[in-house]
């Protein structure tokens, strides 16, 4: 008998008992498709990840007040809520003390209404200076962005992010239009480009919803008393991504002399780089698709051991039939391979049908919830790879045990 | 195509496995005056944990080719142990089988399948027909396992489901059928590889009397044809449709009836 017609045999008992083949495919496919999608979603999360880092780039440092000891966690500033000052950020831009350093941007960021007419809308109000536009790698889809003049002359003008633009006018052009933040009337100048929500990363808030005003109008109009020259942020982008440890050590040095502390373990201040944050959480994501693509492995091997399941009830259903072809005249090694047929047919149709289903699940998904799925065409193919071999290296015993049947006890039971 | 297939030296046609020679079943089958079964002192000994029985005790017979021969007795005589052995579903003990001249008492596994094959034609009280398959496919079994192709498979087995009278049922299964077309599309099975012999194991054991009648009918039509046929039975009226008996009771052939032509008991 030639391999054409085992194939052929072979298939034709899968039809047969069209129910039993049914279910034994949906374990198989269930399997795949939960494979196909975890995987997806995982390697979805890491890439989203790193190209946040790229769009953040990877040479950014934060300054922040306070520092953190092993022992109490995090500790403020001396004397004040906030150590770091528009001064601090000033020295750092210096050329002479910190080459290393491309551009400083000082950030004082606070929650404020936002009133447009009789709309409301609450949001991050940040207070910066030109260079932060740099520094965060944005650019403006209408009208300026705040420029020294502004700074100097404490100007009440805001550049509004896209989402908050959409919140206050909605499709009306906010170019020009009066905005209330904290009682003080502002003039629209500007709406940042959208980049998206950063769901990968806790780090950031909504980059799309904020509102940025000039530095000294913040810190004069919507700050009071003793913090009025403290900045929230110092923002610090090195020259390239080569000179981020230099960079970082030389704002260091230059920070810790300047508010006059000689042990470093005492620093009133941090300094983190975000690229750092993010491979954390990209290790983390890494280590979620691990996890989930062990999951994903069990329920692969518990369709695998249906499979076997289903090949042994069958061999036993069909004594019967096992004897009857060996009666005429079929040899132990036929009906071994046509076993191993209806078992590889069997994984090899849930593998494939398990494989679309994952494809189509990674394009609706995405629609349902928030995550990407990245669908590698490496791990597709090899699921249905595995999803044949469990085919047939579970076909395998039971395959046996119907070729080793003799005729006679088979032919006599009922 | 009148070219005999048994070869004489008695050794297995190797050579049929590739190139398989079929003749047609007609009525001019040529009659081979050697025995198709010749069975020397078979015994058959069963072990069920430290108990022996003996199925077989010494059973010796010829069957002459185109014979017609009825093998009766009782439950738990043997008949059915016998009826293996006859059949290559199983191996005696000791003593010696020979089926168209094959010493078929040592045979491996293997062997054994490849005789049923060629040499038997099995016909059961059971039917034993596939259930998801027509009748033409079932028909085709024995071919498909001997390696012809689907061309010549169909031709072969709509030729003997026509010789059963079955041809306005080909395409039907075997749900669709009587009891006794079920009966006559296994009969048509039997004959699709054009056996040395016919074994049927109380053939009209399931069917009501008319259509067992009609079984009976065929079964000497396919002897006055040529054919050698063994029949198993523990019916005397049904026995006395073949030519020659034989009584087998404890595992021993107790007479030799004969009836009509040639052929010897023990």
């Known amino acids: ?414 | 195509m009148t070219t005999p297939i048994r070869q004489s030296n008695g050794s297995m046609a190797s050579g049929s496995d590739t190139s398989p020679v079929w003749i047609e079943p007609t009525g001019t089958f040529p009659v081979n005056r050697a025995p198709v079964i010749e069975a020397r002192d078979l015994w058959k000994t069963y072990r069920n944990g430290t108990l022996e029985v003996d199925a077989l005790r010494g059973v010796s017979f010829e069957i002459q080719s185109a014979e017609y021969v009825a093998i009766m007795g009782p439950s738990g005589s043997g008949k059915s142990t016998l009826m293996h052995i006859l059949g290559c579903l199983d191996v005696p003990t000791s003593g010696s089988f020979r089926l168209a001249g094959e010493d078929a008492s040592t045979m491996t596994e293997e062997e054994l399948a490849h005789v049923r094959n060629k040499r038997i034609g099995f016909v059961f009280q059971q039917f034993n027909l596939l259930a998801s398959l027509s009748a033409w496919r079932n028909v085709e079994l024995p071919l498909l396992y001997a390696g012809v192709d689907r061309t010549e498979r169909k031709r072969r087995a709509l030729d003997s489901l026509e010789r059963v009278g079955l041809e306005s049922r080909v395409d039907h299964r075997p749900g669709e059928l009587s009891g006794g077309q079920q009966q006559r599309v296994a009969i048509a099975r039997a004959l699709v590889t054009n056996p040395d012999l016919i074994l049927a194991d109380e053939p009209t054991g399931n069917l009501d009397s008319a259509s067992a009648a009609d079984v009976l009918h065929l079964l000497d039509e396919l002897h006055v044809g040529g054919r050698t046929i063994v029949l198993i039975t523990h019916d005397a009226e049904v026995a006395g449709a073949a030519q020659r008996t034989m009584r087998i009771r404890d595992g021993q052939i107790l007479e030799a009836e004969m009836v009509g032509m040639a052929g010897t008991g023990r």
């Open chain 1, 1 to 414: 008998m030639n391999v054409i017609e085992t194939f052929r045999t072979g298939t034709e008992a899968v039809v047969a008992h069209r129910l039993r083949s049914a279910l034994t495919v949906l374990g198989i496919m269930i399997g795949i498709t939960a494979v196909i999608l975890t995987v997806g979603l995982g390697e979805g999360a890491q890439q989203q990840v790193s190209s946040q880092i790229t769009a953040l780039g990877s040479n950014l440092l934060t300054v922040t007040p306070g520092s953190t000891t092993s022992s109490t966690g995090i500790r403020g500033g001396f004397g004040s809520a906030s150590t770091l000052t528009v001064a601090d950020a000033t020295a750092l831009n210096s050329k002479v003390v910190a080459p290393d350093i491309g551009t400083v941007a000082p950030v004082i960021s606070t929650n404020a209404s936002l009133v447009a007419g009789t709309t409301n809308w609450t949001t991050t109000v940040v207070g910066t200076d030109p260079s932060w536009l740099t520094v965060r790698g944005r650019s403006l889809t209408e009208g300026r962005f705040i420029v020294s003049h502004d700074v100097t002359s404490k100007a009440n003008v805001v550049v509004l992010g896209a989402t908050t633009a959409q919140q206050l006018f909605g499709a009306r052009d906010p170019i020009a239009q009066t905005v209330n933040i904290a009682g003080q009337p502002m003039s629209v100048i500007g709406v940042l480009n959208t980049v998206g929500s950063s769901s990968g990363s806790s780090t950031t808030s909504d980059p799309d919803d904020q509102a940025i005003v000039p530095l000294t109008t913040a810190s004069s109009l919507l700050f009071s008393g003793a913090s009025r020259n403290s900045v929230s942020q110092i923002l610090i982008q090195a020259t390239s991504a080569g000179t981020l440890s230099a960079a970082y050590q030389e704002a260091d040095a230059e920070l810790l002399s300047l508010h006059g502390i000689t042990n470093s373990a005492a620093a009133d201040f941090t300094i983190t780089s975000e690229a750092q944050v993010l491979s954390t959480a990209t290790s983390v994501d890494k280590t979620l698709t691990v996890l989930l693509g062990g999951v994903a492995g069990i329920s692969l091997l518990v369709g695998g051991i249906g499979v076997m399941n289903i090949m042994l009830v069958s061999v036993t259903e069909r004594i019967r039939e096992i004897g009857l072809r060996k009666a005429l005249g079929a040899t132990p090694r036929v009906i071994r391979r046509q076993f191993l047929v209806e078992a590889s047919v069997l994984g090899t149709v849930g593998g494939v049908l398990g494989a679309i289903l994952g494809l189509i699940g990674a394009e609706v998904l995405p629609h349902f919830i928030t995550d990407p799925i990245t669908i590698s065409p490496v791990a597709a193919a090899g699921a249905i790879v595995v999803a044949i071999g469990i085919g047939i290296a579970f076909g395998v015993y039971p395959a046996g045990r119907a070729a080793r049947l003799a005729p006679i006890d088979a032919l006599r039971s009922e």
